[in-house]
């Protein structure tokens, strides 16, 4: 009698332990599917600081890289900046350069655009910051974003963001 409840506990346990298995396989590998069809539009470096520039050497420029990490094209439908001293241009993979976009309402250049960036592609956005724009007055730290509006669920809204420290 000891054996065969012996036995007929180790094949429950095996059915037990067998189903979670699968069912953990299962689960791994809808989120993967899950993972591998959102679009999402991710950059290798999101923030960067210019450091000490002079107001008299002109304008710096800071080329960012996104790639498209997702299995669906995603649609970029507007790019613009937080201030009238920095534009945005786009260079997609093919090479094309799309803009200045700048800040809305403040003749800084277009913001709405019509882009798409296809899977395991790469986009540069450079970002072009005057730091004369301002006057002798816009001496100091300035902190500055580019916005890009997408479809992507993943990343709707990726932001670029740098600094300068601005002298005269």
Same mark, same amino acid.
């Given at each position: 009698?000891?054996?065969?409840?012996?036995?007929?506990?180790?094949?429950?346990?095996?059915?037990?332990? &067998?189903?979670?298995?699968v069912?953990?396989?299962?689960?791994?590998?809808? /989120?993967?599917?899950?993972?591998?069809?959102?679009?999402?539009?991710?950059?290798? !470096?999101?923030?960067?600081?210019?450091?000490?520039?002079?107001?008299?050497?002109?304008?710096?420029?800071?080329?960012?890289? @996104?790639?498209? !990490?997702? #299995?669906?094209?995603?649609?970029?439908?507007?790019?613009?900046?937080?201030?009238?001293?920095?534009?945005?241009?786009?260079?997609?993979?093919?090479? #094309?350069?799309? &803009?200045?976009f700048?800040?809305?309402? =403040? &003749?800084?250049?277009?913001?709405?655009?019509? @882009? !798409?960036?296809?899977?395991?592609?790469t986009?540069?956005? !450079? /970002?072009?910051?005057?730091?004369?724009? =301002?006057?002798?007055?816009?001496? &100091?730290?300035?902190n500055?974003?580019?916005?890009?509006?997408t479809?992507?669920s993943?990343?709707?809204? #990726?932001?670029?963001?740098?600094?300068?420290? #601005?002298?005269?």
């Open positions: 009698m000891k054996i065969k409840n012996i036995i007929t506990f180790a094949i429950i346990a095996l059915i037990v332990f &067998g189903g979670v298995f069912f953990s396989q299962n689960s791994n590998d809808d /989120a993967k599917t899950l993972t591998q069809s959102a679009s999402l539009l991710s950059a290798f !470096e999101k923030d960067f600081d210019f450091g000490p520039i002079s107001m008299k050497n002109g304008n710096v420029s800071k080329v960012f890289e @996104l790639k498209n !990490e997702g #299995v669906e094209p995603i649609a970029i439908s507007k790019v613009y900046t937080s201030c009238m001293c920095t534009v945005a241009k786009i260079t997609d993979a093919k090479g #094309v350069v799309s &803009g200045p700048g800040m809305p309402g =403040h &003749g800084g250049g277009i913001s709405k655009a019509d @882009l !798409e960036v296809a899977p395991g592609e986009i540069k956005v !450079e /970002a072009i910051f005057n730091p004369a724009a =301002h006057g002798p007055s816009g001496v &100091g730290l300035a500055r974003t580019i916005f890009i509006e479809n992507s993943q990343t709707p809204k #990726v932001e670029l963001n740098f600094t300068a420290t #601005v002298t005269n």
